[in-house]
């Protein structure tokens, strides 16, 4: 039977296995999950392993937080013997994170088939951990599973080759369209006590944005002008938390609620009813183009550019004077009543399409 040794170690990493684990497959395939560690809270990672119905993870390396060296040294030193017990036919990293380059890194050099999932995805800014991520994962693996046409673009430009890209799609749509009945009957925003289309959701935890003072408060001052319009549920990432900590920044969001961060099910459902998402986080920027909610995009620039062209996205910079006209201008927008078309692929069967090219 075919061995799939799966490494996952952050947050959006989980919710792109899971489709994979449930996908019908051409033949009796065996899963093996190793998870590095990388995020470890109750919220970053228990909540998503429940939500998604993900089996516990067959190797924990727990590896944790730590500068990006020390950090993905661990991983590269503590793979390396669990893929020596496995022996697996693929390994499958997922996205961008450090737990990704590590697996890559491991596994090519040891002359193991490593398939990367979310290949192909660029912003063209090499000052983002994620980029270099994305750039080296994407050499060293032996298939590349793209989202679409542009991701096939941008590395046949870096020189890999066609014979090891296949386009499969967003696996991420799979799993958002797989679970968002079971978020709606949740009821989340009723219980939050906010009013269905009439709140705004917020996320940040990139470096660019969270680490530097003056730029995450002025994201705060942002959050806060809209607060004064709609309720602001803020779903504060620990690294966040901790900024706004050192930084003194806890009084600088008048009227926004700091909440914990949530588990799949619930951020899904909050933001299927949501008036507006303010974010800097990849997976957002697709789940609001499905789902078909405005969203305001805190970066210079994003490696999903299919959601600028549905019109569900914008890119504003991390300003008060930004995020306040962007605002406006959704404000005066009459919202679609139904979706944007979904980019081809975006269909909810890539995990299938994935299984039938490993298997
Ligand atoms: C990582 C990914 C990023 C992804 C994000 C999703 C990299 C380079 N970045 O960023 O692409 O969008 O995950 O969340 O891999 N922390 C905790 N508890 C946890 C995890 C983290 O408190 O469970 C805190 C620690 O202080 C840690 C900090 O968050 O130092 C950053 O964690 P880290 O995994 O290095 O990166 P993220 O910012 O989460």
């Known amino acids: 039977m075919p061995r799939l040794l799966h490494v996952v170690g952050a947050r959006p990493n989980f919710m792109k296995m899971a ?14 999950i190793v998870h590095t560690g ?23 390396l727990g590896v944790g937080s730590g500068s990006h060296a020390a950090q993905t040294g661990r991983m590269l030193i503590d793979l390396e013997p669990v893929f020596d017990r496995y022996a697996p036919d693929w390994i499958v990293v997922y996205g961008d994170v450090n737990s990704t380059l590590a697996a890559a890194l491991v596994g090519q050099k040891k002359g193991m088939k490593v398939a990367h999932v979310e ?11 994620e980029e270099v991520n994305r750039v080296l994962t994407d050499q060293l693996a032996e298939l590349c599973l793209t989202p679409g046409a542009a991701a096939d673009r941008n590395l046949r430009r870096e020189g890999i080759p066609d014979e090891r890209i296949r386009t499969v799609g ?21 219980q939050m006590g906010v009013a269905s289309g009439d709140y705004a959701v917020a996320t940040f935890h990139r470096a660019g944005n969270v680490d530097d003072a003056v730029t995450l408060a002025a994201l705060l001052a ?25 930084f003194g920044l806890e009084e600088k969001a008048p ?24 974010t800097d986080s990849g997976g957002l ?5 499905i789902l078909g909610v405005p969203c305001l995009t805190a970066r210079p620039n994003t490696e999903w550019t299919e959601t600028i062209e549905s019109g569900t996205n914008r890119l504003v910079a991390p300003t008060l004077e930004a995020i306040t006209a962007a605002f406006a201008e959704v404000r005066a927008q009459k919202r679609a009543q139904v979706a944007p078309p979904r980019p081809p692929l975006w269909d909810g069967r890539t995990a299938e399409r994935i299984l039938a090219l490993l298997v």
Request: charged share 20%; proline share 10%; hydrophobic share 45%.
């Open 38 to 60: 990388q995020h470890y809270d109750a919220a970053m990672s228990d909540a998503f392993f429940r939500d998604l119905a993900l089996p516990a993870p067959d190797v924990n």
């Open 119 to 129: 290949a192909g995805v660029r912003s063209f800014d090499r000052t983002m951990p």
């Open 19 to 32: 489709p994979i684990l449930r996908a019908p497959s051409p033949q009796p395939v065996e899963h093996v």
């Open 170 to 190: 967003n696996v991420m749509v799979d799993t958002l369209l797989a679970l968002r009945p079971s978020a709606a009957k949740l009821g989340v925003p009723a």
């Open 285 to 289: 920027q697709v789940e609001t183009t």
């Open 222 to 246: 942002g959050l806060a002008h809209v607060a004064r319009v709609m309720p602001v549920l803020f779903l504060v990432h620990p690294r966040t938390r901790q900024r706004i900590k050192d």
């Open 255 to 278: 009227g926004v609620r700091l909440l914990n961060p949530v588990g799949y099910l619930e951020t899904v459902g909050l933001v299927e009813r949501a008036a507006l998402v303010v």
